[in-house]
């Protein structure tokens, strides 16, 4: 139950940072729209699947009726959590064969880490920049923004996952 | 069954996910107005192409009632044209002289239908009983002759044609008067057969050969052809003339029945006479 309302209030907080501090923040880097909210889908521990694509799909879908653009980052969110385990097992260190796939820096290590956050938010940027434009038609400028916000997200992502879940040890 | 569910219970997560991602895409475009109107613009125009080949195929398996559907009005289109229409006001024409008496009418006539290919050949003529056509009249072109009229009905005739086994007619050869007998031989179309002239009689090719006085069928010196060629044929001491004929059977449009006036006069007195 602690460990439920602790990881509520981690969306909570991802939530009002997302809406009210970081779409709010005057665009320093054009096309840049920093995105952190994703960052509570990699913080979720581990848990059931179906569970977790509920959680995503929920919580993507309370984000997108603050946007008013419904539908997008749940679209974003659900695929996020289905590739969630696959990726970590993809990424993770070879010696940690039977232990239990987590998507903390403490878990993977510094570089690891970045490379799944860098693979999750593309994914994200991805999905929602195409769904947003719903068009290939100019498809090169679509990819450049998703790249540009990719960079940007995954800065504040890895600031975000230092300050709240870095470990000296091993133990989450 | 057994196998269905357990496959799904296997790959569950696919498929809920599937599920949960139809539903955010059905979301993004049922209510986001760009990508909705992008999504109905790419669905309609899917479904159009494919309802439009559907509509294809379902043409082409129409193809026979739209043939005739498309024949019935060519056919109520062609029976409005004035070639479908038979007139009757045409006139007979007639020369009034006051010194001769009238012995020949020439009734014009078009040619509906033709053949010059068979071993007995007919014409039909657009003209019938109503405008004065009778049995076993002559028929002339402008060039010269081209048959008998044999069958009339009220408003058509069958002419039998110069090309046929049973056509004959008196003949002779203008320079020198000499009287024969024109048949068909049934081989050239443009080629009619000259018989009884004697082997004294002096023959060139090129020389004329029209109507003699004797036939009742047409006036006395309408062309029939000139002579092309001569072969003399020794067991009845008598020439076989080849005529080239001066109708064009093949390509005759206008035609005239030769109403002869006189002819019955002329046969009351000629006992036992078939006309020629």
């Known amino acids: 139950m602690i460990t439920f309302i602790k990881y509520f209030l981690l969306f909570l907080v991802i939530l009002v940072l997302q809406v009210f501090v970081l779409d709010q923040a005057p665009q320093i880097i054009p096309y840049a729209r920093p995105v952190l909210f994703f960052a509570f889908i990699i913080a979720l521990p581990e848990m059931y699947d179906l569970w977790l694509m509920g959680i995503a799909f929920t919580g993507g879908l309370l984000l997108d009726i603050l946007y008013g653009t419904p539908g997008i980052n749940a679209a974003a969110c659900v695929l996020l959590a289905y590739l969630k385990v696959p990726l970590i097992r993809l990424i993770k260190k070879d010696e940690e064969e039977n232990s239990v796939p987590s998507g903390h820096i403490t878990y993977l290590g510094f570089t690891r880490y970045l490379i799944y956050i860098l693979v999750v938010s593309l994914l994200f940027h991805f999905v929602t920049g195409f769904l947003s434009v719903f068009t290939f038609a100019q498809a090169g400028q679509t990819i450049l923004r998703a790249i540009v916000n990719t960079i940007v997200s995954v800065i504040l992502i890895y600031i975000f996952e230092i300050i709240f879940f870095y470990r000296r040890s091993a133990k989450i | ?276």
């Open chain 2, 1 to 276: 069954m057994g196998n269905i569910f357990a496959f799904l219970l296997r790959h569950h997560k696919f498929f809920v996910f599937i599920i949960l991602e139809g539903i955010c895409f059905s979301l993004v475009v049922n209510y986001n107005r760009d990508q909705g109107s992008a999504f109905s613009q790419f669905s309609s125009e899917v479904s159009g192409s494919v309802y439009k080949s559907f509509a294809g195929m379902k043409y082409y398996f129409h193809l026979r009632e739209t043939n005739d559907s498309l024949m019935a009005e060519n056919a109520r289109l062609r029976a409005k044209m004035n070639n479908a229409l038979y007139f009757d006001t045409a006139k007979t024409r007639s020369i009034n002289d006051t010194i001769f008496k009238q012995r020949y009418t020439f009734i014009p006539c078009d040619v509906v239908n033709n053949s010059v290919t068979s071993m007995n050949n007919y014409l039909t003529l657009g003209s019938g009983k109503k405008m004065g056509v009778g049995k076993h009249l002559g028929v002339v072109s402008t060039a010269g002759i081209v048959g008998i009229t044999r069958d009339v009905s009220e408003h058509f005739s069958s002419v039998l044609s110069v090309l046929h086994k049973d056509f004959t007619v008196s003949a002779e050869i203008r320079e020198n008067k000499q009287i024969g007998t024109v048949t068909w031989d049934g081989r050239n179309p443009n080629i009619v057969v000259m018989k009884d002239i004697p082997l004294n009689v002096r023959l060139k090719t090129g020389m004329h050969v029209v109507t003699s006085p004797f036939s009742d069928l047409f006036p006395a010196g309408t062309p029939v052809g000139y002579v092309v060629k001569f072969e003399a044929n020794h067991n009845d001491a008598n020439y076989t003339v080849y005529v080239w004929l001066c109708s064009d059977i093949r390509n005759l449009r206008k035609v005239y029945v030769v109403n002869n006036l006189m002819r019955d006069e002329k046969q009351k007195i000629e006992p036992g006479a078939e006309s020629k």
